[in-house]
């Protein structure tokens, strides 16, 4: 099974709402990553944080982490049709050089 | 600057047949990765490398062998194409397990 799982699997807002996804793992971690994905291209970097790190902020972007829950969350704010794409976190096994990546969680902004 | 660029884009093979999926990166990244993403599945990752010579097994290697025999590319082969290896293919690179992956955009594989 995966190691981190995204929920809601899909979400739907209109345009200039906040959008909010969460992700939950099962192992200790180093740090957790967010990563987007347009249809029909490859995922790109949004945002990585360590364990010791309980917020992060990029723009637009807020990611949360909580450790003892083993839950991070990703928060969009002021959503544009832009954002509309998929969100994957990806966790590292701690001890190892892999990454294991959620199934996603599909956003659809309506402007 | 071109990152990390996938060949094939596309392709068809029949049961049976192999080929060579060929990654290839410009930021003189150590660490590189293949993964496969099926619909509902996530990704997956396959083998990875974490420097020029070296490679190793990720969650689901089996019908699949990687080379790293330069530090800018990694290959991935299908010896004998099953139907179920039908997938997109994501090469990734990163300069260290603690940074972020760059990806390709992938190989879409269909396998008759």
């Known amino acids: 099974s995966q190691q981190g799982e995204e929920d809601p699997q899909a979400l739907s807002i209109q345009e200039g709402e906040n959008a909010t996804m969460n992700c939950s793992y099962k192992?200790?971690?180093?740090?957790l990553q967010w990563y987007r994905q347009n249809s029909g291209r490859g995922l790109v970097h949004l945002i990585l944080?360590?364990?010791?790190?309980r917020e992060k902020h990029s723009g637009r972007l807020r990611v949360t982490l909580d450790t003892s829950k083993k839950s991070s969350s990703l928060l969009i704010t002021a959503s544009r049709a832009a954002d509309t794409a998929s969100y994957f976190c990806?966790?590292?096994?701690?001890?190892?050089?892999?990454?294991?990546f959620g199934t996603g969680t599909r956003l659809k902004v309506l402007a | 600057n071109a990152g990390v660029t996938q060949t094939p884009k596309f392709r068809v093979l029949k049961t049976g047949q192999s080929m060579t999926l060929l990654c290839a990166q410009d930021?003189?990244?150590?660490?590189m990765y293949w993964y496969r993403q099926d619909p509902g599945m996530g990704l997956r990752l396959i083998h990875y490398?974490?420097?020029?010579?070296?490679?190793a097994k990720g969650e689901v290697p089996d019908g699949y062998n990687v080379s790293r025999l330069k530090k800018q590319n990694f290959l991935l082969g299908l010896e004998s194409a099953a139907p179920s290896q039908t997938s997109v293919y994501f090469c990734?690179?990163?300069?260290?397990?603690?940074?972020?992956?760059?990806f390709g955009d992938g190989t879409r594989l269909s396998i008759l």
């Open positions: 990734a690179s990163s300069s260290g397990v603690t940074q972020p992956q760059h």
């Open positions: 192992t200790s971690i180093n740090n």
């Open positions: 944080i360590r364990s010791n790190e």
């Open positions: 990806a966790t590292d096994l701690s001890g190892t050089y892999k990454y294991i």
């Open positions: 930021m003189n990244h150590e660490y």
């Open positions: 490398s974490v420097g020029e010579g070296t490679t």
